[in-house]
């Protein structure tokens, strides 16, 4: 089964310190959420599982509340699960980093090959800019919205 692998430049253009994280699911992510989160120095995003869970526990406790409690804290552990490794990538981008390319591949080291080799012989692999719009609403300054199309964001 194919994958999904981003790789991320630094900031000073070093490629030997391109990092590459398999986009998708974790399941390291989804069973030890905040653990992941701070081994990974998502300071803030730890925090926030780690609250979250508290809370799930406090309710869990309580009569009534229980399936609640065991909904939140699953729903957390689902969320950082599917999103820690979008949380990682996007952490990089705010620091400088820059998505180089996203290449899919059965696995890390055919993905690595695939994209080093192409480093090497001056092949052009562009990670696609996502938040560039593009057609006729780029040229009227507009841009969609979730999916809405037509939806100019609230712009007059």
Do not use: C
């Amino acid at each position: 089964m194919a994958s999904s692998y981003v790789f991320l430049v630094p900031p000073d253009d070093q490629r030997q310190d391109t990092r590459t994280i398999r986009d998708g699911f974790s399941w390291l992510a989804f069973f030890f959420p905040w653990i992941w989160l701070l081994a990974h120095r998502l300071w803030l995003h730890a925090i926030i599982a780690f609250v979250l869970q508290a809370i799930s526990g406090v309710l869990m406790e309580q009569p009534g509340f229980g399936p609640a409690g065991l909904a939140l804290a699953f729903a957390v552990n689902l969320f950082v699960g599917f999103e820690g490794q979008n949380f990682r990538i996007r952490n990089l981008a705010s620091r400088g980093w820059r998505e180089e390319a996203a290449i899919g591949a059965s696995s890390i080291d055919l993905a690595e090959a695939i994209y080093f080799s192409n480093i090497e012989t001056g092949a052009n692999l562009k990670a696609p800019e996502w938040n560039q719009a593009s057609g006729p609403q780029a040229q009227q300054g507009n841009s969609t919205s979730l999916g809405l199309f037509g939806f100019d964001g609230g712009r007059k």
